[in-house]
């Protein structure tokens, strides 16, 4: 069955700490990794990983897709109250013959709290 | 605002009711989601339609009957639920062209409560 494990599953650092999130899975015919951040409700899309673009950049957060050890990172550096929120971190999976039809498969989430 | 919107936000509804919650996205996309958000438990995917069609039904039970008229629209019409039915109940959009299915955006949930 497919899996995605995050960890930790909460986290809580001081204003300007650097932190590292971490996700990893084990699907079939794995077409991509997304990121979300989840405040309230909805949650917001970070970004999305695939075996053509491993790395991403968004001012202060990152992520890297290593394929090879089937996981993903995600960095907020010097971070801020406002980056209080949970991570989710998904992974999508395709048909065998390579067609992607958006089911994706959700981690529990890391609870990140930034005190100040 | 992220482009799609849910009605009702909050519901509280007994076990013989039946009720409709209603997804509506403005982004131009062509495949619409549904998702049941427990508490402690991941996200987990419920429906999926691509161009109107429903290309997923992830073993959701009968009681949960969506509906997506055109792609800009999706339902999901709820009768006879359980008390372990009240979730956040999640759509999301997302754009697909050929093989690809682009990123999901989703909108803000149905808090649901089922007396």
């Known amino acids: 069955e497919d899996k995605v494990v995050q960890s930790p599953l909460s986290l809580v650092v001081h204003e300007g700490d650097t932190v590292t999130l971490n996700c990893s899975y084990e699907v079939t015919n794995f077409r991509s990794l997304l990121w979300y951040k989840q405040e309230k409700k909805a949650p917001t899309f970070l970004f999305m990983l695939t075996s053509s673009g491993i790395e991403k950049k968004s001012g202060r957060l990152s992520s890297i897709l290593d394929k090879k050890e089937l996981s993903s990172i995600l960095n907020i550096t010097a971070t801020q109250t406002g980056d209080s929120a949970i991570y989710l971190c998904?992974?999508?999976?395709?048909?065998?013959?390579?067609?992607?039809?958006?089911?994706?498969?959700f981690g529990q989430g890391t609870i990140l709290t930034v005190h100040p | 605002e992220t482009g799609v919107t849910q009605t009702p936000r909050h519901l509280v509804m007994g076990m013989t009711n039946k009720k409709s919650l209603k997804c509506e996205q403005h982004?131009?996309?062509?495949?619409m989601y549904w998702y049941k958000q427990s508490a402690k438990k991941p996200l987990e995917l419920m429906f999926v339609?691509?161009?109107?069609?429903?290309?997923e039904n992830n073993s959701v039970p009968s009681r949960f009957s969506p509906e997506c008229p055109n792609s800009s629209h999706l339902f999901l019409h709820l009768h006879t639920l359980q008390p372990e039915d009240s979730a956040l109940y999640l759509c999301?959009?997302?754009?697909?062209?050929?093989?690809?299915?682009?990123?999901?955006?989703f909108g803000p949930g149905t808090r649901l409560t089922v007396t």
């Open positions: 999301a959009s997302s754009q697909a062209q050929g093989v690809w299915t682009y990123e999901q955006y």
């Open positions: 998904a992974v999508e999976e395709g048909n065998a013959g390579g067609t992607s039809y958006g089911k994706l498969t």
């Open positions: 982004l131009g996309h062509n495949a």
């Open positions: 339609y691509n161009f109107k069609e429903q290309t």
